[in-house]
């Protein structure tokens, strides 16, 4: 029979001999071991006894004041063992927290084999543990989404993988197409196909985008890569701008050094220009 501890709940019902309650509350026993049941009946020790014997006292402490009371006293909650249920994140250390119920490794297991040793952790705890366990989010996979730059660099975006992605998720997770972006991308699959190159899968995006066309609107699947190439236009004008700018940038310091000699050359020649020589031109 399990024995009361502090801070465990209790459902206290006490009924006079004529039906008159006397007491009906749901009460925590206090850290020193007893429960509260009233100014008038005081509190009553409760830690390390059953809920039988415990029932016996509060009846025998009521019948001093009242003649032949019913007492009922239910365990509601227990404070040392905590409810599991709810999402547990897989630690690094490949365990799962159970909180008060220890941790229990569960990497590298199928769904399963750590629903069984999950219960068979708990049999230390619980009679007969019954549980169930599902995947709530596969954090530890993500795929990719690479926009070539047009000439400045290309983006890599890593985005967790939970199952259900598709390449129109996957777009609206970068905020759409860049400017320097075409219309042109596929998925690279790592791996080989069964011709041993590689896995390239093209994609329709006008059909996908404005004719709601899923045929190319594949699933994503941990690991892949959805490419965006580059507008070409873009990235020529680009590398032209790259190539052009250390000469725009050398013609502006010639001149600019041209135009800082010639003030200095005729800062003390005031009329050189003029028609201060008197005669006419």
Avoid: C
Avoid at 178 to 201: F, H, K
């Amino acid at each position: 029979p399990y024995t009361l501890q502090p801070l465990d709940t209790l459902a206290v019902q006490i009924v006079s001999n004529v039906g008159e309650p006397l007491f009906s509350s749901t009460v925590a026993i206090d850290p020193s071991g007893g429960i509260p049941l009233g100014t008038e009946l005081g509190s009553v020790p409760a830690a390390g006894l059953t809920t039988d014997q415990l029932r016996e006292n509060v009846k025998a402490l009521v019948s001093k004041t009242f003649e032949d009371p019913s007492v009922a006293i239910d365990l509601v909650q227990i404070a040392v063992l905590q409810q599991i249920s709810g999402q547990h994140l897989v630690n690094p250390d490949g365990r799962v927290n159970l909180g008060g119920y220890g941790r229990v490794r569960v990497a590298g297991m199928s769904i399963p084999e750590a629903t069984q040793a999950i219960e068979e952790h708990l049999l230390s705890f619980l009679a007969e543990p019954k549980v169930s366990v599902d995947v709530f989010g596969l954090n530890s996979k993500f795929y990719y989404v690479i926009s070539e730059g047009a000439g400045l660099g290309d983006q890599v975006a890593k985005f967790p993988y939970t199952g259900n992605e598709t390449i129109l998720d996957a777009i609206s997770n970068v905020e759409g197409l860049s400017p320097g972006s075409s219309m042109q991308m596929w998925i690279a699959r790592p791996g080989r196909n069964e011709q041993g190159g590689d896995q390239i899968l093209p994609i329709d995006w006008k059909a996908v985008s404005m004719r709601g066309d899923s045929q190319t609107n594949y699933q994503l699947l941990p690991g892949d890569r959805l490419f965006i190439a580059e507008d070409h236009m873009v990235a020529y004008d680009n590398n032209l701008a790259k190539k052009i700018a250390p000469l725009e940038r050398l013609a502006g310091v010639t001149l600019l050094l041209t135009q800082a000699a010639q003030r200095l050359w005729f800062f003390d020649q005031p009329n050189v220009g003029g028609g201060g020589l008197g005669g006419g031109f």
